[in-house]
């Protein structure tokens, strides 16, 4: 996330609980002067993939909600390895009913196509807006099954960061200088007793996929169709996931949405060019502002 500057609130973490019992963990940025907006990240990632994004919000008067998903992060990993997208989404959709107003949420990969499901399928007024971040209906195989591939290839951990810097750099193509400090990467890493660091999620989400884990997926495409809500669709330039023609066929099934093209950033487009991102994201809250002034303080 970064050091915090006097202009950067500091992030508060609450654990909520699921009506399955689990204990997920979510951070806080600001107040809902504007209103809430719900933060979710994608596969193998965690909360504080939002951290600079989250602060930024909080600064332009919004209430930043980060949450590790279950799996992921502080959250707890679910004992029967239920992460089908309805099953999160009923995680995402608890948290918001209990907000003051309905949260805008932003999705990535993962956190996006569960809010497309929470949207399209659940409740198509759950939220005032969203945003998908680098995730359509269709996406590209060989992207997808690189993302996979690369959350495979460690079942052993890393020997040091160092390493595990170097494995990341190596699947974002050196599209980004190494990290020199590893603050960030050590949020998403646990160093066990073996001495050995391990990416802090749940292997059973990589585990062949079950009848409802397959149909949820499957159903993106007429829960894409039911969305109402104002919506933006972020595009990492170079991403191997989300192609021109995934796009294309995102905005014939919800034409009504807005679209954005980060140029030089890749599926990660957050971490790739937080600034772009963050901006993106931040105009297009501006003028889709809700109806009436949030409650809350502030």
């Known amino acids: 996330m970064g050091t915090m500057t006097d202009d950067q609130p500091a992030e508060r973490l609450e654990v909520i609980e699921t009506d399955d019992g689990l204990h997920l963990h979510l951070g806080r940025w ?12 994608g596969g193998g990632q965690t909360r504080h993939a939002w951290g600079n994004s989250a602060a930024r919000l909080a600064g332009a008067g919004w ?4 949450l590790d998903m279950r799996g992921h992060g502080d959250s707890a990993w679910s004992p029967s390895g239920d992460y089908a997208l309805s099953r999160m989404a009923r995680d995402v959709a608890g948290i918001a009913q209990t907000l003051s107003c309905r949260p805008v949420i932003v999705g990535a990969s993962m956190g996006g196509m569960t809010a497309l499901h929470a949207l399209g399928r659940m409740d198509p007024e759950l939220a005032h807006a969203l ?4 995730v359509v209906p269709r996406m590209e195989g060989a992207g997808v099954r690189r993302i996979v591939q690369f959350m495979q290839a460690h ?53 062949p996929r079950n009848p409802q884990a397959m149909a949820d997926y499957m159903g993106l495409f007429e829960a894409a169709r039911a969305i109402r809500v104002p919506t933006l669709l972020v595009r990492g330039q170079r991403s191997d996931v989300v192609s021109a023609r995934g796009v294309a066929e995102f905005l014939e099934l919800v034409p009504h949405a807005e679209f954005v093209d ?28 809700l109806p009436s002034p949030a409650l809350g303080p502030g």
């Open 262 to 289: 980060v140029a030089g950033a890749g599926h990660m487009v957050a971490g790739d060019d937080n600034d772009a991102f963050s901006a993106a994201i931040v105009d297009f809250l501006a003028r889709h502002p």
């Open 155 to 207: 079942p052993h951990g890393f020997a040091s960061l160092d390493e595990a810097a170097e494995a990341v750099a190596g699947y974002r193509g050196g599209t980004r200088e190494r990290p020199i400090n590893f603050d960030g990467l050590r949020k998403n890493l646990r160093q066990r007793a073996d001495g050995r660091w391990y990416w802090h999620w749940d292997p059973q989400m990589l585990q």
């Open 30 to 41: 600001g107040q809902p002067r504007r209103g809430s907006v719900m933060l979710l990240h």
């Open 131 to 134: 945003v998908l971040v680098d």
């Open 63 to 66: 209430e930043a909600l980060a």
